[in-house]
């Protein structure tokens, strides 16, 4: 039996859709939900008192739900061994109406597919869909001190382009899409049935980012640590990997194309030893000045915002570890961990805890905790001039490795503070520890509230010497910095 999410991924890849179903990772939510999206939507369509369709309903018996009630959700139906479920089936006037709710704040016109083969499934079942529907976050939404739907959810029978913007409506989108289901369905049956399949590396493996089957398509142990298939955004480098190329500094000239980081790379390969601009080095580093705070937050991210001030999407910041060295050398940790809300203690430790001058060392700043602190500053005006602060004290960790003025081929391709502290220590490691990753440490954290007083004492144990860890590798690879440079003096 196929669903119809099977074919969306025999779309993406023959592997991704085989190891789907013989070699299914668990995944869990990225965002944290405090209640089943489902019961906030059916709510806002008022379908709350509707038909209720079941996993292993026939047609015949979705079929009756429909004749029963108005407004069915969750019908199943089934074409050619394919089945699907509608979240919303509404009666309209020479038809139905189907509307689909999706937890993102720009559901995409790619959506309009999955739409079309609903609809052509439901033809074949005797329902005529005569309109279709989206229902989406309004990522402008502010939580005041309860939630309220209507301002929270949107509805619309138009998609988003790739600017984020209302575009074509769906039924245009829809006319846009020529399928023939009947070729797909057999072709993902015959995919499915294998008994083992071959993986084909090609660049939609590592697009945007890494197929989680990845690891499990490719084992990439036993590639030297200059593998050309690290080599950063190479357009060739698959190519040369299938004629027979190797190593990073066999690959011709003409097809590199001489961004500073791939040159890095190019040399570290060329000499067998780590490539280091020690010039540019030296000015990056005069910026920094004691005493230096070394900064680290965990958070959580939530699709539906919890608490007052909140938007869609916005995150919750429930741990933070700073390790302050002196110029003297003297080294010294400060530790947060609440749950709930805890928005205004975190920043009131926060504040209390940071030295008022030196630098404040922080790994890929931009995107995590440079954001979290203009986030919180928006949610607590009263407190927006000290974070603002404590933002222009900010220095990015992450950017020599990132522009290239340091590589070490035991990075093999990877920039994350895990894969550069083996490189500067033999005797620190992430592997020593219960929580080994952000992740990890979010789901854990997710439970925390659901334990006894013991329990609870170890998740915030664990996840703080995780967090911990984390600013303590930020000195370790900051001090392997200045090393270096003064080694190759």
């Not at 279709?132 to 939630?147: D, G, M």
């Not at 334990?451 to 010497?465: L, R």
């Amino acid at each position: 039996m196929l669903h119809v999410s099977d074919l969306m991924r025999e779309m993406k890849c023959d592997c991704f859709c085989w190891n789907s179903v013989h070699n299914s990772i668990h995944q869990e939510s990225f965002y944290k939900m405090d209640c089943p999206f489902s019961n906030l939507w059916q709510t806002y369509l008022n379908a709350t008192n509707c038909g209720l369709g079941h996993s292993m309903d026939s047609n015949e018996q979705s079929l009756k739900l429909l004749e029963e009630n108005d407004v069915v959700c969750f019908a199943r139906f089934e074409y050619k061994e394919c089945r699907t479920k509608i979240p919303y089936l509404k009666k309209v006037e020479n038809g139905y109406m189907a509307v689909y709710p999706h937890l993102s704040a720009y559901p995409k016109e790619n959506e309009a597919l999955i739409m079309k083969i609903n609809e052509i499934i439901l033809s074949h079942c005797g329902i005529h869909v005569t309109q279709n529907r989206i229902v989406y976050l309004n990522k402008e939404y502010i939580r005041k001190e309860s939630l309220d739907l209507n301002e929270l959810l949107c509805i619309s029978d138009k998609l988003f382009n790739k600017r984020n913007h209302l575009s074509k409506t769906i039924a245009e989108c829809m006319d846009e899409v020529d399928i023939d289901l009947d070729r797909w369905i057999e072709r993902t049956k015959e995919i499915l049935n294998r008994t083992s399949i071959t993986p084909v590396r090609t660049k939609q493996c590592t697009a945007l980012r890494r197929c989680n089957y990845y690891p499990v398509c490719f084992d990439e142990s036993n590639e030297p640590d200059d593998s050309i298939l690290f080599f950063t955004t190479n357009q060739h480098k698959l190519d040369a990997y299938n004629r027979g190329i190797r190593h990073i500094h066999e690959l011709p000239l003409n097809q590199i194309e001489g961004f500073r980081l791939q040159y890095a790379q190019y040399m570290a390969s060329k000499t067998n030893k780590p490539f280091m601009d020690r010039a540019a080095l030296k000015v990056w580093m005069k910026q920094i000045q004691y005493p230096i705070s070394y900064l680290d937050f965990e958070w959580d991210t939530f699709a539906i915002p919890p608490y007052e001030n909140m938007k869609p999407f916005d995150v919750l910041c429930f741990q933070y570890s700073l390790h302050v060295e002196t110029q003297d050398g003297n080294l010294k940790h400060y530790n947060f961990f609440e749950s709930k809300d805890c928005r205004r203690h975190f920043i009131e430790q926060l504040i209390q805890d940071l030295p008022k001058t030196g630098t404040i060392l922080v790994y890929n700043m931009e995107g995590a905790e440079k954001l979290r602190l203009k986030q919180l500053a928006s949610q607590f005006e009263e407190y927006k001039e000290e974070l603002d602060a404590i933002c222009s004290r900010m220095v990015d960790l992450s950017k020599p490795f990132e522009a290239g003025l340091y590589y070490n081929s035991k990075m093999r391709g990877h920039y994350s503070l895990k894969s550069i502290l083996p490189v500067f220590s033999k005797d620190v490691s992430y592997l020593d520890l219960d929580i080994q990753n952000g992740l990890n440490a979010v789901f854990a954290y997710r439970t925390y509230d659901d334990k006894d007083e013991e329990e609870k004492n170890e998740v915030k144990k664990a996840i703080s010497t995780y967090c911990q860890m984390d600013t303590y590798a930020e000195y370790i690879v900051y001090h392997g910095l200045i090393e270096e440079v003064k080694n190759n003096a």
